[in-house]
């Protein structure tokens, strides 16, 4: 029996699960074109996107740090 390569997550990806993905993609091409254009650097691009991320983490895991520390 083969074993897929694809995680066990992306295979039951649904529609919510896609459009949750369509706002990372219209970001990256913004960043693209942001640079392209002239209008920003590489780095600054790779620092709002790190801060970004790590928003993105801290909101998504807060709850649960804050009541495993609580209770």
């Known amino acids: 029996m083969a074993t897929s390569k694809i995680p066990q ?3 039951q ?7 949750a993905e369509m706002p990372a ?3 990256a091409m913004v960043a693209v074109e942001r640079v392209q254009s002239g209008a ?3 780095s600054a691009i ?3 996107a790190a801060i970004g991320l ?3 983490w801290l909101t998504r895991h807060t709850p649960h740090l804050m009541l495993r520390h609580l209770l």
Request: net charge negative; proline share 9%.
């Open 54 to 56: 790590a928003s993105a």
């Open 40 to 42: 920003h650097h590489p």
């Open 25 to 27: 993609t219209d970001a």
């Open 13 to 19: 990806a649904g529609p919510v699960d896609l459009v």
């Open 46 to 48: 790779a620092a709002g």
């Open 9 to 11: 997550r992306l295979q």
